[in-house]
């Protein structure tokens, strides 16, 4: 079976997660796919497979080479997906030979995939691929990982002249709300290294991340009524909106790309007596991010002074770090990523990783993890689309890395 063939029955489940659920999974319908994963790697051969109690699913494809004494690789990918837009009801179609022009994704609601709006589909030209019908995101967003996981532990069960060591292989809930690292049993994983596959185009490979914070803000103001306010109000929402303004406007996020961090409101709400923001802080650099907090920080240290002490409080905590100081002492996970991807006839690439992934944490979790594109594009949205082609040249890239780690 072909990559994309699981991806179709994959898609079928509702697997969103919800980051207001406080239980682990997030959600029962991401037990439903587990539970499907865990029969197909059981009728596939895989050995000690299992279903945790938070909603992981572990399993090894053993070794072929006798008394394998190497490296142990692990592979990992998440089942759930971004509740962003809808996810129930998927219906993907296949098309068939890209011919470089706009897909009509849905005729009567007017959703076209234009490489107008997203050039790199130009590159796609020629290829089969895979896109929603402009009502539901695609959930490629990790199944397309799963699927290619699962196609290389078919191919390497079904051949055991393939000599190879022993893979390990998780699928983790809830990555899509920041959780999937949280209850990961890195011991009993047993790899000495991993790849999470949930990246996007074929080719990249991505070890930097962002480091990450999160910052409440909250304001105390004094309500009198309009009427007689004059020299007596004390509006929080208008000191909430004054803090905005005085964070500087080149570092929102609409407004960066590449390395180039950012201070993103992401929410706000309250009334002349109280108000309260959220806000992620996001570099690469953690000296950057420490310079990102001192200005937020002396921004509520000036309306304070402005408007009277406890007027402003902004909270900071540190969300996840960059990976890549844990990558660097491991560094022969690029370079046999890179040799992989070579191997498949295409040049591999670098890309930072402008958000978190489960790697990051997994890294600093004493699982050093890197990040490899799966073919997909436009994740958490309706003009998602996956890459059949691409699909196809993961499963084999995946074979010569285990190929790399089983000398």
């Known amino acids: 079976m072909r990559a994309y063939e699981r991806l179709l029955h994959y898609v079928s489940f509702d697997t969103a997660s919800d980051e207001t659920s406080p239980s682990c999974p997030s959600t029962e319908k991401q037990l439903v796919l587990a539970r499907e994963l865990v029969k197909e790697m059981n009728g596939l051969g895989l050995e000690n497979v299992r279903l945790d109690k938070n909603g992981y699913v572990y399993g090894t494809i053993p070794a072929t080479i006798p008394d394998y004494r190497g490296p142990i690789?692990?592979?990992?990918?998440?089942?759930?997906?971004?509740?962003?837009?809808?996810?129930?009801?998927?219906k993907p179609r296949i098309v068939e030979?890209?011919?470089?022009?706009?897909?009509?994704?849905?005729?009567?609601?007017?959703?076209?995939?234009?490489?107008?709006?997203?050039?790199?589909?130009?590159?796609?030209?020629?290829?089969?691929?895979?896109?929603t019908d402009g009502t539901t995101l695609l959930g490629a967003d990790d199944k397309a990982g799963i699927a290619e996981i699962l196609t290389l532990a078919e191919e390497?069960?079904?051949?055991?002249?393939?000599?190879?060591?022993?893979?390990?292989?998780?699928?983790?809930?809830?990555?899509?709300?920041?959780?999937?690292?949280?209850?990961?049993?890195?011991?009993?994983?047993?790899?000495?290294?991993?790849?999470?596959l949930d990246g996007g185009a074929y080719g990249e490979v991505e070890y930097e991340n962002f480091n990450a914070a999160g910052m409440r803000v909250r304001v105390s103001g004094k309500n009198i009524h309009p009427g007689s306010a004059k020299g007596k109000m004390k509006n929080a929402l208008r000191i909430a909106m004054e803090f905005e303004m005085l964070l500087p406007a080149?570092?929102?996020?609409?407004?960066?790309?590449?390395?180039?961090?950012?201070?993103?409101?992401?929410?706000?709400?309250?009334?002349?007596?109280?108000?309260?923001?959220?806000?992620?802080?996001?570099?690469?650099?953690?000296?950057?991010?420490?310079?990102?907090?001192?200005?937020?920080?002396?921004?509520?240290?000036?309306?304070?002074?402005?408007?009277?002490?406890?007027?402003?409080?902004?909270?900071?905590?540190?969300?996840y770090r960059n990976m890549l100081e844990q990558i660097r002492p491991h560094f022969h996970l690029i370079d046999n990523a890179f040799e992989a991807?070579?191997?498949?006839?295409?040049?591999?690439?670098?890309?930072?990783?402008?958000?978190?992934?489960?790697?990051?944490?997994?890294?600093?979790?004493?699982?050093?993890?890197?990040?490899?594109?799966?073919?997909?594009?436009?994740?958490?949205?309706?003009?998602?689309?996956?890459?059949?082609?691409?699909?196809?040249?993961?499963?084999?890239?995946?074979?010569?890395?285990?190929?790399?780690?089983?000398?």
Request: charged share 25%.
């Open 73 to 90: 690789l692990g592979l990992i990918a998440h089942m759930d997906v971004s509740d962003a837009v809808p996810t129930a009801d998927i």
């Open 97 to 131: 030979h890209y011919d470089g022009g706009d897909i009509v994704l849905n005729e009567a609601l007017g959703v076209v995939l234009s490489p107008k709006e997203f050039p790199e589909l130009t590159a796609k030209k020629g290829c089969a691929l895979m896109v």
């Open 156 to 196: 390497l069960m079904a051949d055991p002249t393939i000599l190879h060591g022993p893979v390990q292989v998780a699928f983790t809930p809830d990555e899509e709300i920041g959780r999937g690292a949280d209850l990961f049993d890195v011991a009993g994983f047993g790899a000495d290294f991993a790849y999470t």
């Open 250 to 319: 080149a570092q929102k996020p609409e407004y960066t790309e590449g390395y180039e961090g950012f201070i993103h409101l992401n929410g706000m709400s309250g009334s002349e007596e109280s108000a309260e923001m959220q806000y992620i802080l996001r570099d690469h650099d953690a000296a950057k991010l420490e310079e990102k907090k001192a200005v937020c920080l002396a921004a509520a240290e000036y309306l304070n002074k402005k408007y009277g002490e406890g007027t402003v409080c902004a909270e900071i905590r540190d969300s």
């Open 341 to 407: 991807i070579r191997r498949t006839g295409v040049e591999p690439r670098a890309v930072a990783i402008r958000g978190g992934t489960d790697g990051a944490r997994l890294s600093f979790m004493g699982l050093p993890c890197p990040n490899l594109g799966t073919g997909g594009g436009n994740f958490h949205g309706k003009l998602e689309y996956c890459c059949i082609d691409e699909m196809d040249l993961s499963v084999k890239c995946l074979h010569h890395l285990v190929a790399l780690y089983s000398k």
